[in-house]
């Protein structure tokens, strides 16, 4: 079959982004996100109004994906959809929609797993776009508000988590270093765009001591806190004053902890080319630190562009895509999961 004939309805509603995406081939034709700005004044997100607000954007999302791509329903291939992790009410909105649009147009469901779909959004472009996708086998750091993994990955359908985080995910935080420093949510972004202005060696926080090749970030959480308690005590504008000097030097020490780990798998599995994914992975500090390995220890990295880094359903449909090529199917009595392993 002419792999250009094969066109992927792709769903995301796994946490507060609601994304519908097709691909043809293995090429992205359209890859519609809608946020939800209501969880901002609540400062993170709150489960019962996500699963709301994806019941209300599903249908449209969808629409404008197949409208802008010119691809009529009818058109299409199979639908895949993320099955987990994520929160149940929201994986349950795109779960039903497509198990119900599967079965009216008659064509398969492809059940994805959000996590590795983050991997697979490496090789995510649109036709005619200037792109060299990452070579096999690559380390994968993906860093999100949920998540803190180095996968390893041998190909589009073999991969292994060969590392993670025990408590907090690094973009946890940035976001909970942000809200102690009376930062709105999501922090990462504001604690990014402060740290440019700031000395990263103005503070020093400690790395945990963690086995393997694992993290932890509660410890370091923690740290922040007894240490703006101090400072405010002897200073109460301690933060005020020195806001992009904090900024800079919590971001660094993240930046160390993840590099430290990464640093340790490329040198355990001689694997050097090294691709990110996950919402962290628009830090521009993290980025520049990772092209710096590129320069200095010959390591080959591979820097999605946003759009791929954040959930989206580019990322949900172009796995399918691989999923299809496997005649990997799921039945429709299939259901979602939180907590769904890797
Ligand atoms: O992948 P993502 O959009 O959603 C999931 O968590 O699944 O990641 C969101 C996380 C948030 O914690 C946010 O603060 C962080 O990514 N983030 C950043 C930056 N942009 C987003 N962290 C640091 N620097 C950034 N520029
Ligand atoms: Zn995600």
């Known amino acids: 079959m002419n792999n250009k004939s094969i066109y992927i309805l792709g769903i995301e509603s796994s946490c507060d982004e609601t994304s519908a995406a097709i691909t043809c081939g293995d090429k992205i034709l359209t890859n519609i996100i809608a946020g939800q700005a209501i969880h901002e004044r609540y400062g993170g997100v709150v489960p019962e109004l996500a699963s709301r607000a994806h019941q209300q954007q599903i249908i449209p999302v969808v629409v404008a994906a197949l409208d802008e791509a010119k691809v009529p329903k009818s058109a299409l291939s199979a639908i895949a959809f993320t099955r987990g992790p994520g929160l149940i009410g929201s994986l349950l909105v795109g779960t039903s929609f497509a198990k119900a649009m599967a079965l009216s147009l008659?064509?398969?469901?492809?059940?994805?797993?959000?996590?590795?779909?983050?991997?697979?959004?490496?090789?995510?472009?649109?036709?005619?776009?200037?792109?060299?996708?990452?070579s096999?086998?690559?380390?994968?750091?993906?860093?999100?508000?949920?998540?803190?993994?180095?996968?390893?990955?041998?190909?589009?359908?073999?991969?292994?988590?060969?590392?993670q985080t025990l408590d907090d995910a690094a973009g946890e935080a940035f976001d909970k270093a942000a809200k102690m420093l009376g930062l709105p949510y999501p922090g990462g972004p504001v604690v990014d765009k402060m740290a440019q202005i700031g000395n990263p060696n103005a503070y020093k926080f400690p790395h945990p001591?963690?086995?393997?090749?694992?993290?932890?970030?509660?410890?370091?959480?923690?740290?922040?806190?007894?240490?703006?308690?101090?400072?405010?005590?002897?200073?109460?504008?301690?933060?005020?004053?020195?806001?992009?000097?904090?900024?800079?030097?919590?971001?660094?020490?993240?930046?160390?902890?993840?590099?430290?780990?990464?640093?340790?798998?490329?040198?355990?599995?001689?694997?050097?080319?090294?691709?990110?994914?996950?919402?962290?992975?628009?830090?521009?500090?993290?980025?520049?630190?990772?092209?710096?390995?590129?320069?200095?220890?010959?390591?080959?990295?591979?820097?999605?562009?946003?759009?791929?880094?954040?959930?989206?359903?580019?990322?949900?449909?172009?796995?399918g895509y691989y999923k299809y090529l496997a005649g990997e199917f799921s039945d429709l009595d299939i259901t979602p999961i939180a907590r769904y392993p890797f």
Not at 148 to 157: A, G, L, P, S
Not at 262 to 280: C, E, P, R, S
Request: glycine share 6%.
């Open 209 to 319: 001591i963690i086995a393997d090749l694992n993290f932890s970030f509660s410890g370091f959480k923690t740290a922040i806190l007894y240490f703006l308690q101090k400072e405010k005590k002897a200073d109460p504008d301690f933060v005020d004053k020195h806001l992009a000097d904090i900024c800079a030097s919590v971001q660094q020490a993240i930046i160390e902890i993840l590099l430290d780990k990464l640093t340790k798998a490329v040198n355990q599995t001689g694997i050097k080319t090294v691709a990110l994914a996950g919402g962290v992975s628009a830090n521009k500090s993290l980025r520049m630190a990772l092209l710096d390995k590129q320069k200095k220890n010959g390591w080959k990295v591979h820097i999605p562009s946003f759009e791929y880094c954040t959930d989206n359903a580019g990322m949900i449909a172009l796995y």
């Open 136 to 163: 096999f086998p690559l380390l994968c750091l993906t860093v999100s508000g949920g998540h803190t993994q180095i996968v390893r990955v041998e190909n589009f359908m073999k991969m292994e988590i060969i590392g």
């Open 106 to 134: 008659d064509i398969p469901l492809i059940e994805v797993n959000h996590m590795q779909a983050h991997v697979i959004g490496n090789f995510a472009a649109r036709e005619g776009e200037q792109f060299t996708p990452p």
